[in-house]
């Protein structure tokens, strides 16, 4: 197991306009951004019960020009609104640092692990 | 079209700043036009319900007084969108007196063009009415009643609208809320240029030097487009754009990086290729452009949510912090009792108190998984908003003490339980506000939504 905020180069979590949250994973190498897809651990699944979000309204985005992965998914609080604490959106990515990816982080990809789900 | 266009993007917005250095070296490329973007939703609905910008007026000043001399003097236009921070008429009118002020101030002669975005109520529940207003996915329904408690809504204009002002011969287009893109491609479309490299180009340049490398402050980018491609690079010799770098920008505040919808499309990046040219530039081509059936102006709108006043606290003493939850569901239970006793006729729908938490979850609230990771000592803000200002006042006041005093089980007698950093402490944040529209209009033309001023300074 390696933590994914280990094997990013960049975490991070910014507003797609007020009313919508969008995460970006992006990887130094294409080395490890293939290990990362490979392991299935992304997914709309993971976002949806990170986020309590209705798992129909993630969507997930592989965009290899940039090793990277884009999440997007309806903003819980619409930026700015009573109860909303973080208007920018910058600061909704913590959980997703510490996530452990199934892959041994000397020898490349193991086996994906029963709890990692297809891509929805 | 054979010819090459040529782009200066100022910086990402203005009123961040920019060297001087740069606009001078983004000058020697003999670009073809200016643009600045210089406003956002980003900082919640604030500026867009009051026409208040966020950036000081001394940093507007201190940018637009560098690049109205610099294209006036290049004899190209400088387009600014969204001015004055939300781009609703207030801002427009804000950023339009600097602009006068500067223009005489520095002895310059032009003919301005401002753009105006504000929407007539009218004209939009005609529109409602005849089903050509459609919510977005994750939008708010739209109703009459919405529209009617809006105090401002802006429809964000394409290029068409900032296409008819240079026609108008302007110099310099100052224009209210405009998608970031347009500001940058309105010009390039007008004289021919390939809509795919164009619009994407614009995308990259709107948020400035954003696509480099390291950026380790708001800079220019300068963008050079040919018939199938373009190929983007800083002024700044110390910035460095790389494949990685540029595309990447793709996923920068969109929900989508590979679609981009626009009022007349979308571009599409998706087979977009990234190739590094020299050291420090990038050449992009195989970017699409997709005519939209029908041509659509997003609406964002903003209306009043309450008055609100807050205390800034923390608590540090271990019993509290042991029994937290319990603690605060208890303080908000005494203090419903004292809110109606001091103000009896206020309905529960007029007033709410929230408890914020710092140190818990104060900045991911319901969605922290660790929620029951707490430090030695917590921050507190205890906000109360109301419908009316000074009813706030009091609840806010009415919280504090409560909060202060509320008893302990471990220890006996009158306590004090928040430590307040200030004196006076509660602090009026005044009118507070929320978008209430993420919708988009059918107009029967691109322009009809927009109007636009000429002055000959």
């Not at chain 1, 309204?57 to 940039?66: F, G, K, S, T």
């Not at chain 2, 290049?74 to 500067?102: C, Q």
């Not at chain 2, 429809?155 to 500001?183: F, H, K, N």
């Not at chain 2, 009118?431 to 529209?437: K, R, S």
Request: glycine share 10%; charged share 20%; proline share 6%.
């Amino acid at each position: 197991m390696v933590k994914l905020g280990d094997l990013a180069r960049l975490i991070r979590s910014k507003n797609a306009g007020p009313f919508e949250l969008t995460f970006d994973i992006m990887f130094e190498t294409r080395e490890s951004y293939e290990m990362v897809k490979k392991s299935g651990v992304i997914n709309a699944q993971l976002f949806s019960g990170l986020y309590s979000t209705p798992i129909e309204l993630v969507r997930v985005y592989e965009y290899d020009p940039a090793y990277a992965y884009k999440i997007t998914i309806p903003r819980p609080i619409v930026s700015g609104s009573l109860g909303d604490s973080d208007v920018h959106g910058g600061q909704q990515f913590g959980p997703l640092v510490d996530l452990e990816v199934p892959i041994d982080g000397t020898s490349g990809v193991e086996e994906v692990s029963a709890s990692a789900h297809a891509k929805t | 079209m054979g010819a090459e266009f040529r782009l200066l993007a100022a910086t990402g917005m203005v009123g961040t700043g920019f060297p001087e250095e740069s606009l001078r070296r983004g000058l020697d490329l003999k670009p073809d036009m200016i643009g600045v973007d210089a406003g956002s939703t980003d900082s919640g609905p604030t500026d867009l319900a009051t026409g208040s910008c966020r950036y000081p007026e001394a940093s507007y000043r201190r940018d637009l007084g560098l690049l109205l001399p610099a294209a006036l003097g290049a004899g190209i236009p400088l387009v600014i969108g969204s001015a004055g921070g939300a781009g609703g008429d207030a801002n427009v009118d804000w950023a339009r007196t600097i602009v006068e002020d500067i223009a005489r101030q520095k002895g310059l002669h032009f003919r301005l063009a401002v753009v105006y975005s504000g929407q007539d109520k009218h004209y939009l529940k005609r529109r409602l009415a005849e089903g050509r207003i459609q919510v977005l996915p994750s939008g708010p329904p739209i109703d009459e009643a919405v529209i009617d408690r809006s105090l401002v809504i802006v429809g964000m204009m394409g290029c068409e609208p900032i296409q008819a002002a240079l026609r108008a011969g302007a110099d310099v287009v100052l224009a209210g809320r405009s998608s970031d893109t347009s500001i940058f491609a309105a010009l390039p479309l007008m004289r021919g240029a390939p809509a795919g490299p164009v619009w994407h180009a614009a995308k990259i340049l709107e948020c400035g030097a954003a696509a480099v490398e390291y950026r380790p402050s708001p800079d220019s980018m300068f963008a050079t487009i040919s018939d199938d491609a373009f190929v983007v690079e800083a002024p700044n010799p110390k910035l460095r754009c790389t494949p990685v770098s540029v595309a990447a920008h793709s996923l920068y505040e969109n929900g989508d990086p590979f679609r981009i919808v626009e009022p007349a499309g979308t571009l599409d990046t998706t087979f977009a290729r990234y190739d590094q040219v020299g050291d420090r530039a990038v050449r992009v081509t195989g970017s699409r452009f997709v005519e939209a059936e029908r041509y659509t102006v997003k609406l964002e709108g903003a209306e009043l949510a309450g008055y609100q006043t807050i205390v800034v606290a923390g608590i540090r003493d271990a019993t509290v912090l042991e029994e937290l939850d319990a603690y605060l569901d208890s303080c908000r239970a005494n203090i419903e009792v004292r809110v109606k006793r001091t103000y009896p006729d206020l309905a529960p729908s007029q007033w709410s108190l929230n408890y914020r938490v710092y140190g818990r979850n104060g900045t991911m609230g319901a969605l922290e998984p660790r929620k029951d990771a707490i430090g030695h000592e917590v921050g507190l803000i205890i906000e109360a908003t109301a419908h009316d200002q000074e009813i706030a006042n009091g609840i806010a006041a009415v919280a504090r003490h409560q909060t202060l005093h509320e008893p302990v089980r471990r220890w006996a007698g009158l306590v004090s339980n928040i430590g307040l950093p200030y004196g006076s402490s509660d602090l009026v944040r005044g009118a507070v506000y929320h978008f209430n529209m993420h919708a988009v209009v059918q107009p029967d033309s691109p322009v009809e939504m927009f109007r636009h001023v000429i002055l000959d300074l």
